[in-house]
Nanobody
Framework: QVQLVESGGGLVQPGGSLTLSCAAS????????MGWYRQAPGEQRELVAQ???????DYADSVKGRFTISRDSAKNTVFLQMNSLKFDDTAVYYC??????????WGQGTQVTVSS
């Protein structure tokens, strides 16, 4: 089992920045990848960014050049630095962990609202 605790969501103006963090605990040695998904009202949940245990990263096209994912392996924490935020970035952001063997775990979600 893996437990995830997210933090860092909130309200920000267009063009602003936010940083999300997600700390994992439990069977962290079984984690293959950590990442972030988001789900806007009426939309499907989509991958935002992911980083693997060997530091390979993947980003949604819509956030490339604006968002940066990173991890602190010693603290089993993943971060999502979000810059140049747009109205379309408004969503609930979910931390996601994939274990070796493919089992996914999800955080509780944190709201990010971009509004003027």
């Amino acid at each position: 089992q893996v437990q995830l605790v997210e933090s860092g969501g909130g309200l920000v103006q267009p063009g602003g920045s936010l940083t999300l963090s997600c700390a994992a605990s439990g069977r962290v040695f079984t984690i293959y990848a950590m990442g972030w998904y988001r789900q806007a009202p009426g939309e499907q949940r989509e991958l935002v960014a992911q980083v693997t245990r060997d530091d390979r990263t993947d980003y949604a096209d819509s956030v490339k050049g604006r968002f940066t994912i990173s991890r602190d392996s010693a603290k089993n924490t993943v971060f999502l630095q979000m810059n140049s935020l747009k109205f379309d970035d408004t969503a609930v952001y979910y931390c996601n962990v994939i274990l070796f063997g493919g089992n996914p775990y999800w955080g509780q979600g944190t709201q990010v609202t971009v509004s003027s």
